[in-house]
């Protein structure tokens, strides 16, 4: 069914350069948006900078290929941590003198490389869903997805920053107040099934009285299992969160046979049910469907449907995203936020950075207009035959580190969790484990916010 995936279908890269200027600027435009009030330091390559930064990446830019060569692993504060261009292994990393600071890697060439997504960029390979495979990827090379490296190398700036100002450089805080942020969302793609599992679940328990009452409830059209928006919303708002939905605009199949909706999203009756979950504090954004990612009329139409409620976000379905075409999509769409950039294989840092960002346009050479704020982990990303096989028990073991790591940095953790994995009959990564991972972020006080709600916080930080 679905379509095997041509690399002579993808467009061309851009040719614009990317030069020292452009990846300084792009990197300081979102070092200034990570700290507190960053005095006006000159950093730069030149010798009259205050913070000098050994310049490493010789012609790679020029060069339009996805890979530099292999990190050479650094100690930063007791972790170990790769760093790309990095042509003096020998030396130590921060050179300190009275008045000034010399970094002696290129943190700036490594930190544009991780956060515009240059691999993805100048990769021509795509999974069967057209989308940059985690098998590919530096961070699988080198084993550093749930790192986030580029706040590392922020802290680097920061420390060097901090020598020549004397005076300390503090992460943003949320409000003034959280440590961190938990965007909670539920991708809603299927709300009429789960009878089958519903039943199998309770044949095999022997829970026949259960059955009995589960086909009576079908026979008459009763509401499926995975028919349970306003429990999702529940489920989550225990733990004071509110739910953030991405409702998806198209219930016919893609062109391969892909599904989309298996629901009618215009009818008035979903419109007001979804007024509702609004009404109660949830945030109705737009699940791009199959084919939007590289079509900006399609998408439009699909965000149109929403009106006159106004939806701001969106996330694609599949996580489709096809680097050399989406960021403009998304822009042109006009949405303020996006957050489908995590590898489905994998959790942790596609762009090995915690906090939203705005993607690199590579046909201007800026930073889009709309922010990424980057998916961290998804329900099917623990348990399914193509991703990972944890065991339930595991699975916040196996999540705990990375969100320490987003926690350490004052980051967004984002969470997908699809509504039919709030089905009681789901023991593997269903509500229990669901309600763990919420647990443990409430108990380290994390601020729980809506996409658009996040995005309101940042713009009054760039406008601050
Ligand atoms: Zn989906």
């Not at 580029?150 to 004397?166: P, Q």
């Not at 439009?300 to 929403?306: G, H, L, T, V």
């Not at 976000?313 to 599949?318: A, E, L, P, Q, S």
């Amino acid at each position: 069914m679905a379509a095997s995936f041509s690399a002579e279908l993808l467009p061309s890269p851009a040719t614009i350069a990317v030069t020292p200027a452009v990846r300084l600027a792009y990197v300081l435009q979102h070092f200034r948006l990570a700290y507190e009030q960053v005095p006006p330091v000159e950093i730069g390559y030149g010798p009259a900078a205050t913070v000098t930064v050994a310049e490493g990446a010789g012609r790679f830019f020029a060069d339009a290929t996805p890979y530099p060569a292999a990190p050479n692993w650094r100690e930063w504060q007791g972790q170990r941590l790769p760093f790309f261009f990095d042509n003096s292994p020998e030396q130590e990393l921060l050179t300190l003198t009275p008045r000034t600071a010399r970094i002696n890697v290129d943190v700036v060439a490594a930190a544009f490389y991780l956060l515009s997504g240059w691999q993805e960029y100048f990769s021509d390979t795509r999974d069967r869903h057209g989308r940059f495979p985690y098998a590919v990827s530096v961070q699988q090379q080198y084993q550093f997805v749930t790192l986030p490296i580029v706040n590392y190398y922020f802290e680097v700036l920061k420390t060097a920053i901090e020598h020549v100002t004397s005076q300390p450089l503090r992460p943003r805080r949320w409000n003034g107040t959280a440590p961190f942020v938990g965007f909670i969302t539920h991708d809603i793609d299927n709300l009429h099934g789960g009878w089958g599992t519903a039943a199998r679940y309770l044949l095999r328990r022997g829970r026949l009285g259960g059955l009995a009452k589960l086909l009576a409830g079908k026979a008459i059209g009763g509401p499926a299992p995975w028919n349970n928006l306003e429990q999702v919303q529940q489920a989550t708002a225990q733990f004071g969160a509110p739910s953030t939905f991405f409702i998806l605009g198209n219930n016919h199949p893609a062109l391969n046979g892909t599904p989309n909706a298996d629901y009618a999203p215009d009818t008035a009756q979903f419109r007001a049910r979804l007024g509702r979950l609004a009404a109660q504090g949830a945030e109705i954004a737009s699940h791009g469907s199959y084919g939007t990612a590289d079509n900006v009329e399609k998408l439009q139409e699909e965000i149109r449907r929403f009106e006159p409620a106004s939806v701001l976000g969106n996330r694609f379905h599949y996580l489709c995203w096809e680097p050399r075409r989406t960021p403009s999509v998304v822009a042109a769409a006009g949405v303020a936020y996006d957050s489908t950039l995590g590898f489905a294989e994998h959790f942790g840092f596609r762009n090995s950075y915690c906090l939203p960002f705005f993607p690199f346009d590579f046909t201007s050479g800026r930073a889009h207009s709309f922010l990424e704020i980057p998916l961290n982990v998804m329900d099917a990303t623990l348990h399914h035959p193509n991703y990972l096989q944890l065991m339930p028990k595991d699975i916040l073991p196996a999540l705990r580190p990375m969100l320490a790591e987003i926690e350490r940095f004052g980051g967004v953790a984002t969470v997908l969790w699809h509504n039919e994995n709030f089905d009681p009959v789901n023991t593997i990564n269903g509500p229990h484990q669901f309600a763990e991972l919420m647990d443990y972020l409430q108990q380290r006080g994390a601020a729980f916010r809506t996409g658009s709600q996040i995005v309101a916080e940042l713009c009054q930080l760039v406008n601050a």
